[in-house]
């Protein structure tokens, strides 16, 4: 079985930095979709920032030159790297796997997920 566990979440100011990390094991294959999703409060969830054949990334608008997205060259460990952060980042944000041919932010339906960590941005 796939597993997928975050950490790094937790609280800061406005304008402030944190760094998410997904450990990733089980039978993963190379040309898995992998990414970052969130759910905010009262929100659907979203794509943040995703990696496709192992290459390319894709990003939300909303996060776009603030949040990087990386992967290890084992690819077992996703990272986020997000700066400036926002109140309107605050969400859960869970990372998740899977095959899609189509890979982007826009896979919010992919079959292996974390169970999530809490960000909180505080203005």
């Known amino acids: 079985a796939v597993k997928l566990v975050e950490s790094g979440g937790g609280s800061v100011q406005t304008g402030g930095s944190l760094r998410l990390s997904c450990a990733i094991t089980?039978?993963?294959?190379?040309?898995?979709?992998m990414g970052w999703f969130r759910q905010g409060p009262g929100n659907q969830r979203e794509g943040v920032a995703v990696?496709?054949?192992?290459?390319?990334?894709t990003y939300a608008d909303s996060v776009q030159g603030r949040f990087t997205v990386s992967r290890d060259k084992a690819k077992t460990t996703l990272y986020l790297q997000m700066n400036m952060l926002k109140p309107e980042d605050t969400a859960v944000y869970y990372c998740?796997?899977?095959?899609?041919?189509?890979?982007?932010?826009?896979?919010?339906?992919?079959?292996?997920w974390g169970q999530g960590t809490q960000v909180t941005v505080s203005s």
């Open positions: 990696i496709a054949h192992s290459t390319y990334t």
């Open positions: 998740a796997a899977g095959r899609d041919n189509l890979c982007g932010v826009w896979s919010v339906d992919l079959p292996y």
């Open positions: 089980g039978d993963i294959d190379a040309s898995y979709c």
